[in-house]
């Protein structure tokens, strides 16, 4: 467990007024903080490997050519003085 699911469940428990309306909240829904803390940190985990398959496949998909300047080029004069 890292700091950030705990991070995060407090942010969660930060939107309940009460420590007590957290836990009814809980109660409610049928789970315990422990497998909400767990259920954070498998949503954590599935989005790093989804990001990890984006990045491969994008930089799988694009190919880096050496950049041109064309700051040594002058553009026509339009109009004359």
Known sequence: MCIRDRNYLQELKSQYPSPQEFQAALAQENITEAELLEYFIEEIKNNAM????????????????EAVSYTHLTLPTIYSV
């Open 50 to 65: 989804t990001q990890q398959l984006i990045d491969l496949y994008v930089s799988s998909q694009v190919s880096v050519t």
